[in-house]
């Protein structure tokens, strides 16, 4: 049988992306699960073209909810076609009775433990409408296929060393979507850090570990750094701040190559980080943590998020220079989105604070699909505009740029000069996150969904 995997993407920039850097994990672990029996090809609509005409039988499409449009629009052409349509991913997982409406069967879960079962069943073509997957152990995962990455991603080597994450953000879907938190065997992780067929030096050197939170299981973590220290690998990943005040983690993270590592900061006001249940973030020692990975030459990633009740317009724009006096040397800049199995969903949902008239593609981190507590969704919208093209401009570009000369060894700065160029240049050339207010594409299918569930307010989103 002929399986593509899919791999739903909606651009978020007016102009798309000029590089595109990292791929998800997603499409080449699934493809590597699939029996050897069957071609398999991963498709990510990112930077692929999508062929209706495909010869496979079965298509499987992974997507969250800011995607969900694009692939039911995906989903009736390829039926259309006389095609098996699946699929899988968070917003599957959150709103299987709608996702019902548009494709043949839908994984709900983690799908290691249903994969191959649902292959099976699509082979005899007897899809039952709902798989359950299982959270299990992560023992005999195979490496990722690498090879049927695009050419166009510049980083390839994506590796999971762990899954789940203890904390329970309000925003957040994983410990609902992954539950618990379990690791992969240390030599299967360095099988796949060994693997090294990629075209271009960079490729070969960089490890991006699609961790949600690595460094949690400190005797795992720290066992692994000791086994990747010979390899002599430049890698990056997703940590909780809490690692400022573990040396001996620090130390190793330097000794094995650590380039990078990405912080959900979120908020510089106490009662927003109250809001994300996330008071571990303590606002007094931002800097002092920041400056601890500096003083090993490791690039700080922040992530902050526009939009909790205690935000004003003003609180809002005047975060570029906050992020820049605590040291940050890549921002990272999104809207609150309350996604469906989020308790933040839960909250707009039982105060009537969602956003009825808008689509799914609102829902992606750039866009307003809620009702803002201290101004109108309009002006939430033109705050963090406001923001992003300020810590995007020529000015703190230049300023995080030329910190980054002292503070960060060659693989950190090279990454940090790589993605705020990158940044800076959208802001420069106006490719600002796209406005879906002005852009009707998905107007229909929104239409429809609004109307399919319209008497069951437990799924709907919009």
């Given at each position: 049988?002929?399986?593509?995997?899919?791999?739903?993407?909606?651009?978020?920039?007016?102009?798309?992306?000029?590089?595109?850097?990292?791929?998800?994990?997603?499409?080449?672990?699934?493809?590597?699960?699939?029996?050897?029996?069957?071609?398999?090809?991963?498709?990510?609509?990112?930077?692929?073209?999508?062929?209706?005409?495909?010869?496979?039988?079965?298509?499987?499409?992974?997507?969250?909810?800011?995607?969900?449009?694009?692939?039911?629009?995906?989903?009736?052409?390829?039926?259309?076609?006389?095609?098996?349509?699946?699929?899988?991913?968070?917003?599957?997982?959150?709103?299987?009775?709608?996702?019902?409406?548009?494709?043949?069967?839908?994984?709900?879960?983690?799908?290691?433990?249903?994969?191959?079962?649902?292959?099976?069943?699509?082979?005899?073509?007897?899809?039952?409408?709902?798989?359950?997957?299982?959270?299990?152990?992560?023992?005999?995962?195979?490496?990722?296929?690498?090879?049927?990455?695009?050419?166009?991603?510049?980083?390839?080597?994506?590796?999971?060393?762990?899954?789940?994450?203890?904390?329970?953000?309000?925003?957040?879907?994983?410990?609902?979507?992954?539950?618990?938190?379990?690791?992969?065997?240390?030599?299967?992780?360095?099988?796949?850090i060994k693997y090294n067929d990629f075209r271009y030096w960079w490729q070969k050197k960089v490890v991006w570990f699609w961790d949600d939170n690595l460094t949690i299981k400190r005797n795992y973590i720290k066992k692994?750094?000791?086994?990747?220290?010979?390899?002599?690998?430049?890698?990056?990943?997703?940590?909780?701040?809490?690692?400022?005040?573990?040396?001996?983690?620090?130390?190793?993270?330097?000794?094995?190559?650590?380039?990078?590592?990405?912080?959900?900061?979120?908020?510089?006001?106490?009662?927003?980080?109250?809001?994300?249940?996330?008071?571990?973030?303590?606002?007094?020692?931002?800097?002092?943590?920041?400056?601890?990975?500096?003083?090993?030459?490791?690039?700080?990633?922040?992530?902050?998020?526009?939009?909790?009740?205690?935000?004003?317009?003003?609180?809002?724009?005047?975060?570029?220079?906050?992020?820049?006096?605590?040291?940050?040397?890549?921002?990272?800049?999104?809207?609150?989105?309350?996604?469906?199995?989020?308790?933040?969903?839960?909250?707009?949902?039982?105060?009537?604070?969602?956003?009825?008239?808008?689509?799914?593609?609102?829902?992606?981190?750039?866009?307003?699909?809620?009702?803002?507590?201290?101004?109108?969704?309009?002006?939430?919208?033109?705050?963090?505009?406001?923001?992003?093209?300020?810590?995007?401009?020529?000015?703190?570009?230049?300023?995080?740029?030329?910190?980054?000369?002292?503070?960060?060894?060659?693989?950190?700065?090279?990454?940090?000069?790589?993605?705020?160029?990158?940044?800076?240049?959208?802001?420069?050339?106006?490719?600002?996150?796209?406005?879906?207010?002005?852009?009707?594409?998905?107007?229909?299918?929104?239409?429809?969904?609004?109307?399919?569930?319209?008497?069951?307010?437990?799924?709907?989103?919009?």
């Amino acid at each position: 049988m002929n399986i593509d995997i899919i791999v739903v993407y909606i651009p978020r920039y007016e102009r798309g992306h000029e590089i595109h850097f990292v791929p998800p994990i997603t499409g080449i672990h699934l493809a590597a699960l699939t029996p050897a029996s069957h071609n398999v090809k991963v498709i990510h609509q990112q930077t692929d073209q999508i062929n209706f005409d495909t010869d496979a039988d079965l298509i499987a499409l992974s997507f969250f909810s800011g995607f969900a449009p694009e692939a039911y629009r995906l989903a009736k052409e390829f039926k259309k076609r006389g095609k098996m349509v699946i699929a899988g991913g968070p917003h599957a997982t959150f709103s299987p009775k709608e996702t019902l409406n548009f494709v043949d069967s839908v994984i709900i879960g983690e799908s290691e433990s249903v994969w191959s079962t649902m292959i099976q069943d699509a082979e005899r073509n007897a899809l039952k409408k709902i798989y359950y997957g299982q959270a299990t152990a992560l023992e005999n995962i195979p490496t990722p296929r690498y090879d049927l990455l695009s050419s166009r991603f510049f980083v390839k080597r994506v590796v999971q060393a762990t899954r789940g994450c203890p904390n329970h953000c309000s925003f957040c879907t994983v410990p609902t979507l992954n539950p618990g938190f379990r690791t992969r065997p240390i030599a299967d992780v360095i099988s796949d850090i060994k693997y090294n067929d990629f075209r271009y030096w960079w490729q070969k050197k960089v490890v991006w570990f699609w961790d949600d939170n690595l460094t949690i299981k400190r005797n795992y973590i720290k066992k692994l750094l000791e086994e990747m220290i010979p390899l002599k690998k430049w890698w990056l990943t997703q940590a909780s701040m809490d690692i400022a005040n573990d040396s001996e983690l620090l130390d190793l993270m330097k000794k094995s190559g650590c380039i990078g590592i990405f912080f959900g900061i979120e908020s510089f006001d106490e009662n927003s980080l109250k809001d994300a249940q996330k008071t571990s973030n303590k606002i007094g020692e931002y800097r002092k943590s920041i400056k601890e990975l500096h003083k090993r030459g490791i690039c700080v990633m922040a992530g902050f998020i526009s939009g909790f009740d205690s935000d004003s317009k003003e609180s809002i724009e005047k975060m570029a220079k906050q992020l820049n006096d605590i040291g940050v040397d890549v921002p990272f800049l999104s809207i609150l989105t309350p996604y469906r199995g989020t308790a933040a969903y839960q909250q707009f949902l039982q105060k009537e604070r969602l956003c009825k008239g808008k689509g799914w593609e609102f829902f992606n981190g750039y866009n307003v699909g809620f009702i803002p507590a201290k101004m109108t969704g309009e002006e939430l919208l033109l705050s963090h505009r406001k923001l992003w093209s300020s810590a995007f401009s020529a000015e703190y570009t230049a300023v995080r740029l030329f910190r980054s000369l002292f503070t960060l060894r060659l693989g950190a700065f090279l990454m940090c000069l790589f993605m705020n160029v990158f940044y800076c240049f959208k802001a420069t050339t106006k490719n600002y996150p796209k406005n879906f207010e002005n852009d009707d594409t998905y107007r229909d299918i929104s239409k429809k969904i609004v109307d399919i569930m319209h008497d069951d307010s437990s799924n709907l989103g919009c």
